[in-house]
């Protein structure tokens, strides 16, 4: 049973995480043989604030 986890900073509309839900769900059913009734996808969506690139929080202005 697949369980995928996507964190990002931000958020998506609905219907962008039917569709990345969509075509993650085919390609594990595709290339890795994995039934789509097994496969579990979660979206984690945090603000800008709670993540950080090169220690740099992404709301900080440049």
Request: charged letters at 30%; aromatic letters at 6%; proline letters at 5%.
């Amino acid at each position: 049973m697949p369980v995928v986890t996507i964190k990002l900073a931000g958020s998506l509309t609905r219907e962008q995480k039917q569709k990345v839900a969509e075509e993650i769900t085919a390609t594990l059913e595709r290339h890795a043989g994995k039934p789509a009734s097994y496969t579990y996808i979660a979206f984690e969506e945090l603000p800008d604030e709670n993540w950080a690139i090169a220690g740099k929080l992404l709301d900080e202005d440049d």
